[in-house]
């Protein structure tokens, strides 16, 4: 099971700010993360997991990263226990759920139906009827690129 990340973000303005920074700096997936502060519990996440050195690596990925508002509508205490050292396997297979080896532009998604495989080992379920959905979450801010793949802002937290 290969292990990977996700990343996440919270207004639309600072959604747009994402945008600005991943093009501007050509950094990573982590990188265009850390740069902004609307993904500030992602990297949290990320961090936590030990999955910082995978998700700066060659990839390709498509990153279906959950926003701040995402991980906010979590029940409460579910972000601070994932966080928990004990809780580290859990945290990898959640976050892993979000990314998809390969590149995936919000172009070869609209219009089709499908579903992905993920680093995690799972599947998700793309609509690309309306808009671009990902086993209901929408992608609210898509193609926002990085040097080593592509991130998709989503609105809610996928669970395997």
Request: charged share 10%.
């Amino acid at each position: 099971m290969n292990r990977r990340f996700v990343l996440k973000s919270t207004a639309a303005v600072g959604l747009l700010g994402l945008a600005g920074c991943a093009t501007a700096n050509g950094g990573s997936i982590v990188d265009v993360a850390a740069g902004n502060d609307a993904f500030t519990t992602l990297v949290a996440a990320v961090t936590a997991a030990g999955l910082v050195d995978t998700l700066a690596g060659p990839g390709p990925f498509t990153v279906f990263a959950p926003t701040n508002d995402a991980f906010a509508a979590l029940p409460a205490g579910t972000v601070d226990s994932l966080l928990l050292p004990e809780n580290k396997d859990q945290l990898i297979s959640i976050l892993t759920y979000h990314v998809v080896p390969g590149v995936y532009p919000a172009s070869a998604l609209i219009g089709q139906t499908g579903s992905l495989n993920t680093a995690q080992g799972g599947r998700l379920n793309v609509d690309g009827t309306d808009g671009v959905k990902v086993n209901g979450a929408t992608v609210i801010i898509p193609d926002v690129a990085a040097s080593n793949g592509v991130i998709h802002a989503i609105d809610t937290v996928l669970l395997p």
